[in-house]
């Protein structure tokens, strides 16, 4: 065919934009959820909204280690007052008597009656449990309000939030033991090639011509992981059909998602894209995006396929940008989109593609941002060396001092 005929007949690449979409127009949320314990929740994807059933704080309580007070009794600088009561956190005290003041200690309730708060800095503890007070305190002062925090039947996270330690911390303080969570995704991952070795099975001395260590295996497991997924690992899928068929079959019955890396090109020993075909549909995508153009997705029975590029650094960028979202929507997130941030480039990059680029990158010392030297898609070096990527719009350069849109790897690892 002449390469004017080839060009002619061959698709346009579809923007990285319009993949996603179509992708998550078709992640439709798992059935079924998991009840867990709230110490073992972290990074899952809340089913249920957490509703507080009390108020937070409880009651009204000092904010600082001091002296309630009345404001009545302390109308001017160096006011003394007998000291009645000593209230530690755990504790509850008695009504404040007019003309005294209690010691009070951080997170310790207000007695009833004292409407301030003065920190023991402001005050002078005297002879006879007697305090001067060197301030005259404002209206409550130093004083937590009971609810301030959360209102009792507040939401205080929302169905779809991906649970952080932090949020396990909220959850704990409504006194939330277990939560309701959304089931993990099941993925099926295997690789594809003859060519592909398991570390520690051939010494790198003895590697036979043509042989390569399995890299996306390593990191593909590990992002899965970090998802919540539930991974099962079907090693390196020899190159013969039956073997591809066989594998793709056996894992469309259990798994929501079925993941490889390689094998879904038009080659002679490309078989995964001829038995997904057998099994079920695909759809073969180029995606306008440097690196990791080519990407397929496809279904069989019930599960998802989706097929990687076999270069590590085009499959990670794939799974980073397309995968994760995909997964995370299936738990029921919504904002499944990574978020950039302004950043300066300390480096020139006068190459403008045609495609949307992602750069790796590090921040420096000066909080601009450095370029890993070699770009390729093979190059797995730039990920581990840089912490984020420069999302680079098609047909556009830079030149140092430019403000460019950077990624960390946090929005795209987690």
Same mark, same amino acid.
């Given at each position: ?47 249920? !909204? !957490? ?18 007070? $009345? ?10 007052? *007998? ?74 996270? !929302? ?5 952080? *330690? ?58 899965? $992981? ?28 259990? @798994? ?14 490309? @078989? ?23 990407? =397929? @997705? ?5 599960? @998802? ?67 890993? *030297? ?24 830079? =030149? ?15």
């Amino acid at each position: 065919m002449p390469a004017a005929v080839a060009a002619a007949a061959r698709p346009p690449m579809k923007p990285l934009d319009e993949a996603l979409a179509d992708l998550l127009a078709l992640a439709t949320p798992l059935a079924g959820t998991d009840t867990v314990d709230t110490f073992d929740a972290d990074g899952r994807v809340l089913a249920v !909204a !957490a509703v507080s059933p009390l108020q937070v704080p409880p009651h009204d309580n000092s904010a600082m280690d001091g002296y309630a007070v $009345r404001r009545a009794d302390v109308a001017a600088p160096g006011a003394q007052l *007998p000291v009645s009561q000593r209230i530690a956190a755990g504790s509850a005290g008695l009504p404040l008597a007019a003309g005294t003041a209690a010691r009070i200690f951080t997170g310790a309730p207000v007695p009833p009656g004292a409407d301030a708060i003065v920190m023991q800095e402001d005050c002078q503890a005297l002879e006879g449990d007697r305090v001067q007070v060197h301030a005259v305190p404002a209206a409550h002062q130093w004083i937590r309000r009971a609810g301030e925090d959360i209102a009792l039947g507040a939401e205080v996270l !929302a169905a779809g939030t991906r649970l952080t *330690p932090a949020a396990l911390g909220l959850a704990a303080s409504i006194g939330l033991a277990r939560l309701t969570v959304a089931r993990r995704p099941r993925v099926a991952l295997f690789s594809t090639g003859d060519e592909l070795v398991m570390p520690g099975e051939v010494d790198p001395a003895r590697m036979p011509p043509g042989a390569i260590y399995n890299s996306n295996r390593f990191f593909l497991r590990g992002l899965l $992981r970090r998802l919540g997924c539930a991974v099962t690992d079907l090693g390196i899928v020899p190159d013969r059909r039956e073997a591809t068929l066989e594998a793709l079959r056996g894992a469309s019955l259990e @798994h929501d998602l079925i993941l490889t890396s390689g094998g879904v090109s038009v080659g002679e020993e490309d @078989h995964v894209k001829p038995a997904v075909e057998a099994l079920g549909r695909l759809d073969l995508w180029q995606i306008a995006m440097k690196p990791g153009k080519p990407f =397929a @997705h496809g279904r069989i029975g019930a599960a @998802h396929f989706m097929g990687l590029p076999g270069n590590p650094v085009s499959s990670f960028m794939t799974f980073a940008l397309l995968v994760r979202p995909f997964l995370l929507r299936l738990q029921g997130m919504q904002a499944v989109a990574p978020q950039s941030v302004a950043a300066t480039a300390d480096f020139d990059w006068p190459r403008a593609d045609r495609r949307r680029e992602f750069l790796r990158v590090r921040r420096n010392a000066a909080g601009g941002l450095d370029l890993f *030297p070699h770009q390729g898609s093979g190059v797995l070096t730039s990920v581990a060396w840089g912490d984020g990527v420069v999302d680079t719009p098609a047909g556009q350069t830079i =030149a140092r001092g430019d403000t460019v849109r950077f990624i960390p790897w946090a929005e795209l690892q987690s």
